[in-house]
Nanobody, 119 residues
Framework: QVQLVESGGGLAQAGGSLRLSCAAS????????MGWFRQALGKEREFVAS????????DYADSVKGRFTISRDNAENTVYLQMDRLKPEDTAVYSC????????????WGQGTQVTVSS
């Protein structure tokens, strides 16, 4: 069973930065991709960014492109989300998720970490 633990959330001012981490444990196989998602109060969960574990190929939602950077440390089984030039509309609970295979959906989810951006 894969466990994902996020950290690094908190309060930031508009224009500021935060860095989220997602540590994976319990994996006995090479996974395919890790993604970050967010859910604002009263809204549906939305995709933020993803990265392939082996090839490092990244993908971003248009709303964060150029401001957020996803990266990974394969040795530490950790994925990071560097969030710069934060906006109040980035306020949400951010969760990481693991996709073990291209043929499967995101199967494993972390508990989420709150990010609040004040104007």
């Amino acid at each position: 069973q894969v466990q994902l633990v996020e950290s690094g959330g908190g309060l930031a001012q508009a224009g500021g930065s935060l860095r989220l981490s997602c540590a994976a444990s319990g994996r006995t196989f090479s996974s395919y991709r890790m993604g970050w998602f967010r859910q604002a109060l009263g809204k549906e969960r939305e995709f933020v960014a993803s990265i392939m574990w082996s090839r490092g190929i990244t993908d971003y939602a248009d709303s964060v492109k150029g401001r957020f950077t996803i990266s990974r440390d394969n040795a530490e089984n950790t994925v990071y989300l560097q969030m710069d030039r934060l906006k109040p509309e980035d306020t949400a609970v951010y969760s990481c998720a693991d996709q073990s295979s291209i043929f499967k959906p995101y199967e494993y989810w972390g508990q989420g970490t709150q990010v609040t951006v004040s104007s």
